[in-house]
Antibody, heavy 115, light 111 residues
């Protein structure tokens, strides 16, 4: 069974940085595509970034390009989202999801950007 | 970017009655491999989304057969044949034919 577990959320001041982690199990991690998606309070779903397995590619939403960086550690079967220069509008629940079709989701981790 | 427009945004329903949600894309969603990457998700309050349908009409494992997806080109529909209490929540369509991946605004189904 594929399982995902996000961590690393918290309260951070505007302009600060956070690194989110998504620990995976049950995947052929090296060949898997993983996504980050967020949901602001009371709002809909917003795709943020995707990192693929072999052959590798990375894509970002315009809203986070240049501020957020996705990466993966094959030895830890974990994908990360480094978030820099955080803004109040980045306040959201952040989910990771597998595959381009997002068939499995984690429970999410909450990020609050506030002074 | 491909804009996904859902309607209605709010859908009051009666238990046991059918329900239907429309999703329209601003561009066609047929990929170069011939497949159409249009998905449907259900999100209960306080939970993460669950995928129901992939590639327009394929139900995910464990999804009740009262859920069905249809459509082509730019017009897609999710139908629930007989609404049950557990079906309340938000429904989203999503396309990943084109980058960036985009979601509809969400439809709130309430009883």
């Amino acid at each position: 069974e594929v399982q995902l577990l996000e961590s690393g959320g918290g309260l951070i001041q505007p302009g600060g940085s956070l690194r989110l982690s998504c620990a995976t199990s049950g995947l052929v991690f090296s060949a898997s595509t993983l996504n980050w998606v967020r949901q602001a309070p009371g709002k809909g779903l917003e795709w943020l970034s995707t990192i693929s397995g072999r052959p590798g590619y990375i894509h970002y939403a315009d809203s986070v390009k240049g501020r957020f960086t996705i990466s993966r550690d094959i030895s830890k079967t974990t994908v990360y989202l480094q978030m820099d220069r955080l803004r109040a509008e980045d306040t959201a629940v952040y989910f990771c999801a597998t595959d381009n079709g997002m068939d499995v989701w984690g429970p999410g981790t909450t990020v609050i950007v506030s002074s | 970017d491909v804009v996904m427009t859902q309607s209605p945004l709010s859908l009051p329903v009666t238990l046991g009655q059918p329900a239907s949600i429309s999703c329209r894309s601003s561009q066609g969603l047929v990929y170069s491999d011939g497949r159409t990457y249009l998905m449907w998700f259900h999100q209960r309050p306080g939970h993460s989304p669950r995928r129901l349908i992939y590639e327009v009409s394929n139900r995910d494992s464990g999804v009740p057969d009262r859920f069905s997806g249809s459509g082509s080109g730019t017009d897609f529909t999710l139908k629930i044949s007989r609404v049950e209490a557990e079906d309340v929540g938000l429904y989203y369509c999503m396309q990943h034919t084109h980058w960036p991946k985009t979601f509809g605004q969400g439809t709130k189904l309430e009883i």
